[in-house]
């Protein structure tokens, strides 16, 4: 799977040249470019899992991320199809065509949602109609974050913006100096109680939300390597939240976890990957590079297990669900893997397509998209 990456201040002739370099680099170190997935053991179903409902939204290629609210599940497609569809049944809610392709979104707070177009514009919806579009100064990844009627966005350039999400109006804006590179992926921004929490890269920060004012940081990971991409340390989407730990991963980095309140690192430890982590109040989990999924102890980091049935499979971030760890693979295929150890529980094919996002939870109902566009509703046990 290649990473894709940004970069900025060269022309464009030049940067597209050295983006497709990048992307070939970084593919053939993380091996799975190269390397023959693994194949799959016969699948013996461990524990029941139904597919209740299927539905479609349009091609994915850009990073999106599905936002649940109770029920309501918001999506994308690469050409701008937002739609909000009911989690118990896959039917639509809304949908509406913005007539432009997307670079970033979901975000969503149940009424209003909010995606970033290629051409860098913030668009806000209230219940699947647009109120206003903002133009951004630079291209924008990670989904908006939509809390207390604001509307938080994180640009490429480091920057964090805020609006009011009726009016459109800006609030404020906090700049920090940009590196030459950015992953070509979401990365963090999220509510921490009155707290923003942003990753600017390899360090979490808590903001004040009503001015953008920095109220702690902390590094997860620092630059390192003789090279930019070697260096490249930001942090990627993908938080895992439990009290005032929230625990993330630094691209090809680390994984730590960080008590919110006080902004310091509870533990760190080594992990080469570039999606993120989920887990409850005893266990941490992560989808390596290289397919490996790997848990740790939440309360020191401690590994506990590492599964390599998967390796080379492209996989998704991982999400827990009851007693099973579930991913997505590079061919479509839902994985069920036990909490405990990492054996396989079941699996689940789709559209044959790769999963693009992190599964997601709504009620009872998991939900996975694959880059064709298909929405998949399971029922596990």
Known sequence: MALPLRCRHLSHLFQLALL????VALQACSGSGKMKPTELEPNVPLMGVRNVWAARIGTVDFPLTVKVKDHLVVVASSDGIVGAIDARTGGDVWRVALGVPLSAGVGSDGRFAAVVSRENELITLD??????????????????LIAGSRVFVLSADRSVVAFDAVTGRKL???QRTGDALVLGRPGILLAFGDTLVAGLGGRLVGMNPLSGKSRWETPIASSRGTNEV?????LVAGVSRVGNQLCARAFQSAV???DGAKGSVIWSKSASGFTGVDGDETDVFGSEGDGKVLAWRRSDGEPLWVSERLRFRGLSAPLLVGRSVVVGDGSGIVHFLSRTDGTALN????DGSPIVVAPVLAGSTLIVVTQRG???????E
């Open 20 to 23: 497709l370099v990048l992307a």
């Open 127 to 144: 219940a699947g109609k647009e109120l206003w579009r903002h133009k951004l100064g630079a291209v924008t990844l990670t989904p908006p």
């Open 172 to 174: 404020w804006q906090q």
């Open 230 to 234: 070697e260096r490249l340390v930001d």
């Open 256 to 258: 730590a976890c960080v």
């Open 347 to 350: 699996r689940m094919n789709t």
């Open 374 to 380: 298909g929405i998949y509703g399971f029922r596990p």
